[in-house]
């Protein structure tokens, strides 16, 4: 029964949308933005499958709802923040931006627990958070004052 469920499903299911196209490669965070590689080397381990275009789909994200599920994530996230897109903010919402990002690790609101539960690697440590807010904090200070 829970075979032809799936079964089902699959068929039911359009075929996975293309979420990993770039619109502009030069607009990625790396390429607009001083970014020290500890920084950058732990964005990309715990942000950027949700909030950029260098997702890693993970094996289950063909499964039927599963699949769902994981797009929607991942569309959600990237409508709140998209590093692959970073030159497509003005740089007051680039600041506020970095703010909320500090602001979330901090809380332990971001990366979302789930998405840790089964990513452990993207857990962030109070050393990594500290380094994460001294650049954001750099960073959005710099951008405010007529940084681009």
């Known amino acids: 029964m829970v075979l032809a469920i799936l079964a089902i499903g699959s068929a039911a299911r359009s075929h996975r949308r293309h979420l990993d196209v770039p619109e502009d490669e030069g607009a990625a965070l ?4 001083d970014v020290p590689a500890p920084v950058m080397s732990m964005l990309q381990r715990a942000c950027f499958d949700c909030h950029s275009e260098e997702t890693r789909w993970p094996w289950y994200s063909v499964l039927p709802v599963a699949s769902w599920l994981i797009e929607h994530d991942v569309e959600e996230g990237r ?3 998209n590093f692959s897109r970073w030159a497509q903010y003005n740089p007051f919402d680039q600041a506020d931006k970095l703010d909320k990002v500090c602001e979330l690790a901090t809380s332990g609101k971001m ?10 690697e993207a857990r962030l440590s109070a050393t990594e958070i500290k380094a994460l807010c001294a650049w ?11 940084g681009s």
């Not at 790396?30 to 933005?33: D, N, V």
């Not at 954001?136 to 007529?146: F, N, Q």
């Open 111 to 120: 990366p979302l627990r789930p998405y840790r539960m089964l990513h452990p």
């Open 136 to 146: 954001t904090s750099g960073e959005a200070e710099r951008l405010v004052l007529g």
């Open 30 to 33: 790396e390429l607009r933005a």
């Open 79 to 81: 409508s709140q923040i």
